[in-house]
Structure formats: structure tokens, C-alpha cells
């Protein structure tokens, strides 16, 4: 909130040479949240709520051809009176999402031997959490997938472009334990193995996941497949997982609904 009231408060002062100024549009959590903060401070902007592929197609619409912005998703703004209008919340579908982010900045990381970061998926299997606005903000959805071959795509992009060292910034990866999440996962360690071995390039990545996708008590054939498929990623670069312990104190993992026990957070290590 201090760098936005920074901000608003140099832009608000800026003298443009056109009549036509540019359209402030804000979005992530805190806009999703407090949507009027932004708006009561910049009457002019737009506050995207959740997730904003739909949401900056349409504003992209409007702006350039002025398409109104009632029919565009997650939107809030303010009417010519001065009212607050909020249209459709909607959660975009990541499997018409098909082509990768754009690699126009890649070259100034390679530059200060940076890693990228990229998604396979948005979202989390568990979303139970206390303390957590994944379901929230994501409409009440809990995990969905990126098509494997946008994410390979992204991946041999990022490759080609001089990253060796890649962070998958999902929540969840594996997104549950089930064959068809197991299975699309060993799709995306081929996909790497098939750009390592073609680039001669040492390819390294990190991934998050949550406790339950490691280990659950009484879920032995389950906990074998992910043991597997594992040693099958470290064998393609996986480097390090990161994963929510929290806790060690049972009555403190009941308050923030971790829903798993001291018992199972120890054989996940």
C-alpha cells in the first residue's frame, strides 16, 4: 500500500501531452482485495480481480476500439457518476491458455546469471489452508494444468535463450497423486530430458510442492508411484523441492488446517 500511494502520488502529479492519458490497470492480491483503495485513489484506473488473461483481452478491446467493458470478466471500475461497477467474476480455462510468456527480457537475466521462473499450473490440490487465498482468489477452484506442450514450449524457449536454471513458481506441481497427474508430470521430465540432451546444456530446476503429494499415511501405492517418479525428475535436473512443514506442533497444524500429522510430515523428509 505504501508503494501504491507512492506511486499515485507522482502519477497523479505528471502533466501528459495528450488529452488521451494512459489507462492505469491494477491487479494481483491486493487490488483483488481492496479494489476501491485503488480506485477512490485513481478514479480512472481499473482493478482486475483474480486472474486477468480474459480480463486484459477485453480491456485491450476496449481500449483500442472501444468495446465496452461490462461483457469483460473480473472487472471493477468507475461509471461516469462516479459508481462502482463490477462485472462477471469468471476463472480463465489454462487449457485454452496454449501459447507461453514472452522471453523479451530474458536476455538481461541471462546477463546477471539469473533463473527464470515459469508455471506448469496455477492453483492447489489441498486449497484447505487457514491462511491461504489460493481457492479464494481463484474463484473457488483449486488446481488446474497448463497444456504440457505450452510448458515445454516455454521451457525450450527459456533454454534457447541462454537459462539453464529453471524455477517452476507452481503451488502444487504434481497437482494429486492420481495416474493422469502422475503421467503428465513424467511427460514434462521427457520433454526436459529431449531439450537437455539436444542443447548439450546441464538443465537444472526447483519445484513446490505440498506435504500430502509426497507422503500420506495408509496411501502406500500412491507413495511408491511419487517415490518413482522423483528419482525419474532428479534424473532430468531436479535440483530442490520445496514444500510447507509450518509446524512442528500438532495443535498449530489443526489451526491452520494443514491436514496432515507430525507422523506424515516426518516420512515426507
Known amino acids: 500500500f505504501d508503494w501504491t500511494d507512492q506511486f499515485l502520488d507522482k502519477y497523479n502529479r505528471l502533466a501528459f501531452s495528450s488529452k ?14 481492496f479494489p476501491e483503495y485503488f480506485l477512490e485513489k485513481c478514479p480512472s484506473s481499473i482493478a482486475v ?15 483500442l476500439w472501444n468495446d465496452p467493458l461490462e461483457p469483460v470478466p473480473n ?8 459508481q462502482f461497477l463490477k462485472t462477471i467474476e469468471k476463472s480463465p480455462d489454462l487449457s ?4 507461453p510468456p514472452s522471453v523479451d527480457t530474458i536476455s538481461e537475466t541471462v546477463q546477471i546469471s539469473g533463473n527464470a521462473l515459469l508455471q506448469a499450473s496455477r492453483g492447489c490440490s489441498w486449497s484447505q489452508c487457514s491462511y491461504c487465498t489460493i481457492r479464494s482468489f481463484r474463484k473457488g477452484r483449486k488446481w488446474d494444468a497448463f497444456p504440457v506442450k505450452r510448458v515445454l514450449e516455454n521451457i525450450e524457449r527459456l533454454v534457447s535463450a541462454g537459462i539453464t536454471e529453471l524455477e517452476f ?29 539436444a542443447s548439450g546444456k546441464d538443465i537444472t530446476f526447483r519445484i513446490f510442492v505440498i ?59
Not at 488521451?20 to 482485495?33: A, D, S
Not at 510447507?244 to 488446517?257: I, T, V
Open 169 to 197: 513458481a507452481d503451488d502444487e506441481f504434481f497437482g494429486g497423486v492420481e495416474s493422469e497427474h502422475i503421467e503428465r508430470i513424467y511427460d514434462i521430465a521427457n520433454g526436459i530430458e529431449k531439450f537437455r540432451n
Open 211 to 269: 506435504p500430502h503429494t509426497i507422503y500420506r499415511k495408509d496411501r502406500s501405492k500412491e507413495n511408491e508411484a511419487v517415490q518413482k517418479l522423483l528419482r525419474r525428475l532428479k534424473e532430468v535436473g531436479l535440483a530442490k523441492i520445496y514444500f510447507g512443514a509450518e509446524s512442528g506442533c500438532s495443535s498449530q497444524l489443526l489451526r491452520y488446517k494443514r491436514g496432515y500429522t507430525l507422523e506424515e510430515m516426518e516420512n515426507t523428509i
Open 49 to 63: 480481480i483474480g486472474e486477468g488473461e480474459e480480463s486484459m483481452r477485453g480491456i485491450f478491446r476496449h481500449v
Open 20 to 33: 488521451y492519458h494512459p489507462l492505469l490497470v491494477f491487479g494481483n492480491k491486493l487490488p483483488t482485495y
Open 96 to 99: 485454452l491458455l496454449i501459447h
Open 75 to 82: 472487472l471493477i471500475y468507475k461509471s461516469s457518476h462516479n
